[in-house]
Structures are given as structure tokens and as C-alpha cells.
């Protein structure tokens, strides 16, 4: 299918442009020559987009994802991500532990019953893979009226059991079991993707517990440490104001936005940017140096009281 990636240059400002502008750098034979090309415009996709899923998924698939495309959405359900892009752009390959679409378009390639852990594709067979699980915790809890999306994510929650609806011991609870999907659909993804391949996450954070969980940036570090590079960050903000029915005293803000990540698995050596992830070594070093510094510290204290 010759799939290459969409790349985009920054041409209107090929000399000034500090790298913050969203778009990739020049190649080197441009700046060498100094060709100016393109349009000044501000018909640009941006990062935050107040609206619906299927709006904001169709622009940043144009963005990222080349036409023509092998692409595997592996929590597809209904399929309402995809209401936006044209049937036959993509090389669509629909799977969901249970697909609730009731057409079928004939385009697609569907597998019912399909667990994202367990992708029935060969090792480096796809160019995109679509993430979209569940993301909020309390798929376990007994009451279905108490259960998140009250009860309807009844597959996540027998994927997950014993059979019963009760969750197995051995598994993850809570907030704990929804990032432990997306870390394992991660690795699942990262298999099925060829070298250069992008795997697009939908996700939100939440308050589990009582505590902020920020879904995204965990999904981000975790991702990292698989090989993936974060190559951009979509935010939605929904359009309805979000209620709650018995408000006590609130304690967080309501979340009203999602999030779209954007991975990319590295071609070739080239060094991939992390998150920095030294803040605690640092502090042990510092912790280190003033404790070797420290005696003297109290001398001169004492030296100066003395005097
Ligand atoms: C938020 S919905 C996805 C909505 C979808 N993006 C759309 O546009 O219609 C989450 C879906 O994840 C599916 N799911 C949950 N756990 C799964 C797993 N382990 N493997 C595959 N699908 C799973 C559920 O069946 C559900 O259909």
C-alpha cells in the first residue's frame, strides 16, 4: 500500500522558526538553500478542540496518518470514532471484545470477540493502531447502578473475571485495572506495528479513590519506557455542561476534557525525547551533597558564634 508518513514543514519560517510551531522541521537541503515556500494561513489543526470525538479523530488521522493506511481500531464497539472519515479511506480492521456496530460497512474488515491483549495480526502487519478502552475505574463494584458507565462495559468487566462478574484476585483493582489495559494493549500494539507505525490512545483522567489520577501522563511515561515517542496531544473539551446529581462539597474540578495521544514507533536509531524522569535522583543527589557539606556548614556557624 506504500503507506510513508505525512510530513509537514515549517516553510513559511524556515530560518526563525525555533521549533515550537507544531510543525517538523525543514530538511536540510531547504535550509541550506533558504527556499521560502507555502502560505501564511491560520487554517491549521490545532491542539484543543471543543466538540465530539468524531470531529477531532477525522482531523488529527488526516494529520498523522497517511490515506491508504492498515489501520487496526481495536476498541472499535459502534464505531462513532470513524462517522467523520470516508469509507475506504483507511484499510480499516474493526475488532472489540464485543463490536456493538449494527451495520456492516462492507469496506471494513471486522473481528468480533477480539481482545486488544491479543491482536489475531502479525508481528509488524499494521501502520496505526486505534486505542479506546474503557478509561474510568469501578467496572467491578457490585451494584450495576454504582458500576462505571453503569454497567454497560459488561465484556471489560468478564475479560477481567472469574466468570461471575467478580473480579479475579490476581488482577489489578480500581483506577489500577484501566491503565493496566492500556499499558498491556500498549505492548500489543507496539508487536502488531511495523517500525514507524503510530498507535492513536483515547483517554481521560479521573479521580479514583478520592485521588487524581492522571490517566494521560501515566499512559505517556509508560508508553515511553515501551519505545514509543508521544509525537502529539489532542485535547476535547465536551460541548454539555457536566453534572452531578448529589453534591456534597466539591473537592477536584469536573473533568469536561479527553484526551487523543499520539505514538509513533521510532524508524531508525535515531534517539527518541523522553519525560524527564530524574527528578528523584536528583534530589537524592542533592540530599548527598548537603550532607557531605553540612558539617562544615555547622563549623563555620559555631566558628562565628564563638567569635
Ligand atoms: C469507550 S468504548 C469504545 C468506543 C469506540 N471508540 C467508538 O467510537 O464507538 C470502549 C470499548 O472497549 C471495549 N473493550 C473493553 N475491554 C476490551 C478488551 N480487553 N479488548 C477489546 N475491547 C475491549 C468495550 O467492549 C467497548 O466497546
Not at 47 to 64: C, D, I, R, T, W
Not at 70 to 97: M, N
Not at 216 to 238: M, N, P, Q, S
Not at 276 to 298: F, G, Q
Request: aromatic share 8%; with cysteine; proline share 5%.
Amino acid at each position: 500500500m506504500g503507506a510513508r508518513l505525512a510530513e509537514n514543514h515549517c516553510e513559511s519560517a524556515i530560518r526563525d522558526c525555533p521549533g515550537t510551531c507544531g510543525t517538523d522541521a525543514p530538511v536540510a537541503t531547504e535550509r541550506a538553500n533558504r527556499t521560502q515556500r507555502g502560505v501564511a494561513t491560520s487554517d491549521l489543526i490545532v491542539s484543543a478542540h471543543v466538540g465530539e470525538n468524531a470531529e477531532l479523530f477525522a482531523q488529527l488521522m488526516g494529520l498523522h496518518i497517511p490515506a491508504g493506511a492498515r489501520v487496526a481500531d481495536v476498541t472499535f464497539a459502534a464505531g462513532k470514532f470513524w462517522k467523520s472519515i470516508a469509507p475506504g479511506t483507511y484499510e480499516l480492521h474493526a475488532s472489540d471484545l464485543v463490536l456493538s456496530t449494527k451495520s456492516r460497512e462492507p469496506l471494513v474488515e471486522y473481528h468480533d470477540g477480539v481482545d486488544c491483549r491479543e491482536l489475531p495480526y502479525a508481528d509488524g502487519s499494521m501502520d496505526c493502531v486505534v486505542l479506546d478502552p474503557p478509561y474510568m475505574e469501578g467496572f467491578f463494584r457490585r451494584l450495576t447502578s454504582q458500576q462505571a458507565g453503569s454497567g454497560t462495559y459488561s465484556a471489560f468487566r468478564r475479560a477481567y473475571s472469574t466468570g461471575t462478574g467478580e473480579q479475579r484476585p490476581d488482577q489489578p483493582k480500581w483506577h489500577d485495572a484501566v491503565t493496566d489495559l492500556y499499558l498491556r494493549a500498549g505492548i500489543e500494539a507496539h508487536r502488531v506495528l511495523r517500525r514507524g507505525g503510530h498507535v492513536v490512545v483515547k483517554c481521560q483522567d479521573e479521580v479514583s479513590a478520592n485521588k487524581q489520577r492522571l490517566t494521560h501522563i501515566e499512559i505517556v511515561t509508560a508508553y515511553e519506557d515501551l519505545g514509543f515517542y508521544c509525537k502529539d496531544v489532542f485535547v476535547l473539551v465536551r460541548r454539555n455542561k457536566p453534572g452531578v446529581s448529589r453534591l456534597v462539597k466539591q473537592v477536584h474540578a469536573r473533568k469536561n476534557h479527553s484526551y487523543f495521544l499520539v505514538f509513533q514507533l521510532p524508524v531508525g536509531k535515531a534517539k527518541m525525547p523522553v519525560s524527564v524522569r530524574e527528578a528523584k535522583t536528583l534530589a537524592e543527589t542533592i540530599a548527598r551533597e548537603r550532607k557531605t557539606t553540612k558539617p562544615v556548614a555547622s563549623k563555620d556557624s559555631s566558628a562565628v558564634k564563638e567569635a
